[in-house]
């Protein structure tokens, strides 16, 4: 059978080639924090961290994943003790329904990830990276929110206190 | 989603000759898992390439770069030598999808992936790529982002990606491996077809053959430039997009290409309006000439007919800031 690790822990897949990484998460480890929206990777809802990179969980089969790492938003904090960007949001209100918050939260975490990693966007230019509003907008614009708290969203990524911040860097303005 | 048989191979000697027939090569699935659930892709076998060793980017011969069909979106984007040799591709590549996406997306896949048009996705709509011979519903229905150059009466779909544009314009080759393990070059400008009369093949590739890279030669001097329009400033396909790559001498056009995204069944390479512009002044009025004549045959189908204007204003634009920007770095 194979296996994959899911915050550590490993899950057996079922034998149905068609089960997606999502369905996978959210049926076997009961992990419902990831979020079905759309299904057709357009929404974002579904975003996990895939050996930690950013992906959307639902065009992916699981069997694809064979041996990979995924992070969820369960595997972000630990119980009350919130993840860095997760308390940012919180702080900032980056939500009203709450149902897009898990994939915006890891696409959060993976996109600070990709820009201190040096990874350009489409508004960054020939030069280095930087955390500004324009640049989270840009890179964030894969989590659609419906209720519109996107400016709360974008506060709350720009305040977000992780360790190795590029707030540290002076980036952000 | 149809149940498939499911296969993942270590070496591509282990593809045999019999495949793929209806089976389907697998890699970052991005647009083939999503088509499946639609079931518009209805294959009976996924070979899984996903781990074949063709996720690298390395020095080719004479200043080339070779990339291989599994480098995703993300890592070609972000390569130091493609941001600072080849910005037309990282800017390309950047102003598609989104970040999760490109992450998960490779090469060969972006440029394998099927158009966006409406009535190839609605199966309940009549659609020569889906199903050949059952009509274009395009052609009389809501037509925003078709085709209007290269079209026929059975098609008037767009291939989506900015990647293949800026590929195009570079002038980049694929490596490509037949079934039988014969490999072959192809430049990428010859990879997609004209719909004519088989809308529902989109490329020109054998069945089985596999791309296994893309080798990106040096580019031509000149500025690089790609701009695209579209409906929102993010995650949109592009209404009409234009990769430039343009040398200007004393105020001449030394030399110059020119590749649109948008506008046809592939990218289209705007070979009129180069030669229109080749030893030319570098000046508003012979920027215009030549957007007119690369689009003198193009034709609108009611609600695309917008793309003609947009078209000749996008690459008179571009052109423009090409010039001036190379004016700009030599003074």
């Not at chain 2, 099927?114 to 274009?136: H, L, S």
């Not at chain 2, 701009?227 to 030399?255: M, N, P, Q, W």
């Not at chain 2, 046809?264 to 508003?284: D, F, I, S, V």
Request: hydrophobic residues 35%; glycine residues 10%; proline residues 5%.
């Amino acid at each position: 059978m194979a296996n994959l690790y899911v915050n550590g822990k490993q899950v057996t897949l079922d034998d149905d080639p068609r089960t997606t990484l999502l369905d996978t998460l959210r049926a076997w480890p009961a992990l419902t924090g990831t979020k079905k929206g759309c299904d057709h990777g357009q929404c974002g809802a579904c975003t996990v961290l895939l050996d930690g990179r950013r992906v959307n969980s639902c065009l992916i089969l699981a069997i694809q994943c064979e041996g990979s790492e995924v992070t969820t938003i369960e595997g972000l904090g630990q119980g009350e003790q919130l993840h860095p960007v997760q308390r940012a949001f919180v702080k900032h209100d980056g939500f009203q329904c709450g149902y897009c918050t898990p994939g915006q939260i890891c696409s959060a975490v993976g996109m600070l990830e990709e820009v201190r990693n040096g990874e350009p966007s489409d508004v960054t230019g020939r030069g280095q990276a930087s955390l500004s509003r324009a640049e989270i907008q840009e890179r964030m614009s894969g989590n659609l929110c419906r209720c519109g708290a996107y400016v709360n969203i974008v506060d709350a990524i720009l305040d977000t206190d992780a360790p190795n911040s590029l707030k540290k860097e002076g980036a952000a303005t | 989603m149809k149940p498939f048989e499911y296969r993942r191979i270590h070496g591509v000697e282990e593809i045999g000759k019999g495949d793929p027939g209806q089976a389907r090569y697998l890699a970052g699935g991005t647009n083939l898992i999503d088509l499946m659930k639609h079931e518009i892709e209805v294959p009976d076998r996924l070979l899984d390439i996903s781990r074949l060793k063709l996720a690298t980017i390395e020095n080719g011969e004479k200043d080339s770069l070779r990339v291989g069909t599994l480098v995703t979106n993300t890592s070609l984007a972000s390569d130091a030598r493609v941001r600072q040799t080849w910005p037309l591709l990282s800017a390309a590549l950047l102003s598609g999808a989104t970040a999760q996406l490109r992450n998960r997306a490779t090469t060969g896949g972006n440029l394998l992936q099927r158009t966006r048009c409406y009535y190839f996705y609605d199966t309940a709509r009549p659609c020569n790529k889906r199903n050949p011979g059952e009509g274009c519903s395009a052609r009389e229905g809501q037509n925003r982002i078709h085709a209007i150059l290269g079209t026929s009466d059975h098609c008037i779909a767009t291939h989506p990606s900015d990647m293949a544009v800026a590929m195009v314009a570079l002038e980049a080759r694929l490596t490509l491996r037949a079934a039988d393990g014969m490999e072959r070059e192809l430049p990428v400008e010859e990879l997609h077809r004209l719909p004519g009369d088989h809308p529902e093949q989109d490329t020109v590739l054998k069945p089985g053959e596999l791309i296994l890279g893309v080798i990106l030669p040096a580019p031509p001097p000149g500025r690089q430039i790609y701009r695209k329009v579209r409906d929102r400033s993010s995650y949109a396909f592009a209404l009409v997009s234009v990769g430039v790559i343009l040398h200007v001498v004393g105020g001449k056009v030394e030399s110059v290409r020119i590749a649109f995204g948008g506008v046809a069944h592939k990218p289209w390479r705007a070979r009129k309006a180069e030669a229109a512009l080749l030893q030319k002044e570098a000046t508003e009025a012979n920027f215009q000439h030549a957007a007119e004549v690369e689009l003198a045959d193009a034709r609108g189908y009611g609600s695309n007919d917008f793309k003609i204007p947009l078209a000749r204003r996008t690459l008179v634009a571009t052109l423009r800031d090409a010039a001036n920007s190379v004016e700009e770095a030599s003074a």
